[in-house]
């Protein structure tokens, strides 16, 4: 039995020093012999560097024309009002208010426009009340809000409109939809607010 646990010893020191020598790559000052030497010693070019495998030099290749990024739909309107209101008779809410969808708005809501327009999208954010930002964002749960097209307010999300930044960088085509959807619950809300004040009937 001793002579087994020595023989096992031995063995055992024998693979731990052959590892360590393994280990060990030619300069003895780096990390160890790369098993998959195509991937660490790639033929790679920086962006802006100089490529000579192409006529003009250059690494960052221009896009064929008429490609678009996976999963990118390309926006073919412009930021004056005449292509605000083609945006609101061409384009058409893709989702269904469903609780998930109006959720997923809310979020957006709260990431991106809540410090401007407030919690109810009646203008009146931190940055406004807190005297950050001079100019009073639009009342977005009221009219005239109220009354332009889903497609307008995705315009407006994607391209700005007037004080307003434009977000199309910043939030996902199908998240700006969503946000639209929620927007369109928080001015139902409003209305709602605004009937039981007056005694009307909600619409």
């Not at 693979?15 to 790639?42: E, H």
């Not at 003009?56 to 926006?75: A, H, K, Q």
């Not at 940055?127 to 639009?138: E, F, Q, T, V």
């Not at 996902?172 to 004040?197: F, H, N, S």
């Amino acid at each position: 039995m001793h002579i087994v646990n020595r023989i096992s010893i031995k063995i055992l020191i024998i693979m731990l020093t052959a590892s360590i020598l393994w280990s060990c790559d030619r300069q003895k000052n780096m990390r160890g012999y790369d098993f998959i030497p195509d991937m660490v010693y790639s033929q790679a070019y920086e962006t802006y560097s100089t490529n000579p495998n192409f006529k003009d030099s250059v690494t960052m290749r221009v896009p064929v024309n008429g490609t678009v990024p996976i999963g990118y739909l390309p926006f073919r309107y412009t930021l004056d009002s005449l292509s605000r209101v083609k945006a609101g008779n061409e384009l058409v809410i893709p989702f269904l208010p469903t609780d998930d969808v109006l959720a997923r708005g809310k979020l957006i809501f709260t990431t991106f426009c809540i410090g401007c327009h407030g919690v109810l999208g009646k203008g009146d954010g931190q940055l406004y009340s807190s005297g950050l930002y001079p100019l009073k964002p639009r009342d977005i749960s009221a009219s005239p809000t109220a009354k332009l097209k889903d497609g307008q307010i995705y315009h407006t999300i994607t391209l700005g409109f007037g004080s307003m930044m434009p977000h199309g960088a910043q939030i996902r085509p199908e998240d700006r939809w969503k946000l639209v959807l929620y927007v369109r619950e928080l001015q139902k809300q409003a209305q709602v607010a605004r009937d039981t004040i007056t005694g009307g009937k909600a619409k």
